[in-house]
């Protein structure tokens, strides 16, 4: 049962043009966003499994703001959502290091692996990156799916629907990868 009133801890599910997500909150900022599962019963049940100790509420306005914000990135408004704050406790260090510099990646825009490594002065670190990005808790307001692998191809994705999801969500902003340019030759 979804309270009425605003808390300052809690979870929320919100319809997309990618199906139903959900976003979770603290004190601190955004704790958690959440791609859509296969129905909304599973996308709940996986928030409520990844934040036990919260429960659905709605939203307070600066956390509706960044709802906002995503629906409107998955309908094809280019949103900066490099400001929404995001409690970064409990993160590694360099987990937060790659974290910030995918959140400058606008949207239309990628950046490989190496890229990303490069732009962290840690040559060589490709996988790390990868391994940083695959538990990325703020899906969409850390933009991972903009992190490509060499020569434009889209390289893995751990939500659900996978590669395709990211290709969706690509698409959708705008942007080109050689999986694109492959199905039309």
């Not at 239309?108 to 808790?137: H, S, V, W």
């Not at 903009?146 to 191809?153: F, L, M, N, Q």
């Not at 994705?157 to 395709?164: D, E, I, P, S, V």
Request: overall charge neutral; proline content about 6%.
């Amino acid at each position: 049962m979804i309270e009425t009133t605003d808390a300052r801890n809690g979870f929320a599910l919100f319809d997309s043009n990618i199906g139903h997500c959900g976003i979770a909150w603290g004190e601190h900022g955004i704790v958690g966003v959440q791609l859509p599962e296969a129905h909304r019963g599973a996308t709940h049940a996986r928030l409520v499994k990844r934040f036990p100790q919260l429960a659905e509420v709605t939203p307070p306005d600066v956390v509706q703001h960044a709802i906002d914000d995503v629906v409107a990135l998955l309908a094809g408004e280019a949103r900066d959502l490099s400001p929404t704050k995001l409690d970064m406790r409990g993160v590694p260090e360099f987990e937060q290091r790659v974290y910030a510099v995918t959140r400058q990646i606008p949207p239309g825009k990628t950046l490989t692996y190496g890229e990303l490594a490069k732009a962290l002065d840690a040559p060589g670190a490709a996988q790390a990156i990868g391994q940083a990005l695959g538990r990325n808790p703020f899906a969409l307001i850390v933009p991972c799916h903009r992190v490509v692998a060499a020569g434009g191809k889209l390289g893995g994705f751990t939500a659900n629907g996978g590669a395709n999801t990211k290709l969706k969500i690509l698409t959708i902003e705008g942007a080109r990868t050689m999986n694109q340019l492959e199905l039309f030759q």
